[in-house]
């Protein structure tokens, strides 16, 4: 069974810090994309940042700067390290994976190309 798990959400202060982790089974993810997704109450899900099988990393605006996603193949897993939280980050985030043999600064903005999703953490941010 091929599975996503993330872990780490919960509440924090704004200008606080947190880490999300995202932990894979049933097959290995060393050649995919791993990307991280968020979606707030009313809002559409939107890309938040990802990296490539060869650790180039891409940020959407809102985040540079503040997020640093980081990844160990040996462990199957992926990391998500939120600084300087803001309460407009309050959202439930996901992490995904694609396994297709391409990647760029726009393809990995785009859900539909992702192939693994996990069930979600949600992240509260308190003003």
């Known amino acids: 069974q091929v599975q996503l798990r993330e872990s780490g959400g919960g509440l924090v202060p704004a200008g606080g810090s947190l880490t999300l982790s995202c932990a894979a089974s049933g097959r290995s993810f060393s050649s995919a994309t791993m990307g991280w997704f968020r979606q707030a109450p009313g809002k559409e899900r939107e890309f938040v940042l990802a990296?490539?099988?060869?650790?180039?990393?891409y940020y959407a605006d809102s985040v540079k700067g503040r997020f640093t996603i980081s990844r160990d193949n040996a462990k199957n897993t992926v990391y998500l390290q939120m600084n300087s939280l803001k309460p407009e980050d309050t959202a439930t985030y996901y992490c995904?994976?694609?396994?297709?043999?391409?990647?760029?600064?726009?393809?990995?903005?785009?859900?539909?190309?992702?192939?693994?999703w996990g069930q979600g953490t949600q992240v509260t941010v308190s003003s």
């Open positions: 995904a994976a694609h396994t297709t043999p391409y990647s760029s600064s726009t393809w990995s903005t785009i859900s539909d190309n992702y192939d693994y």
């Open positions: 990296v490539t099988w060869s650790g180039n990393t």
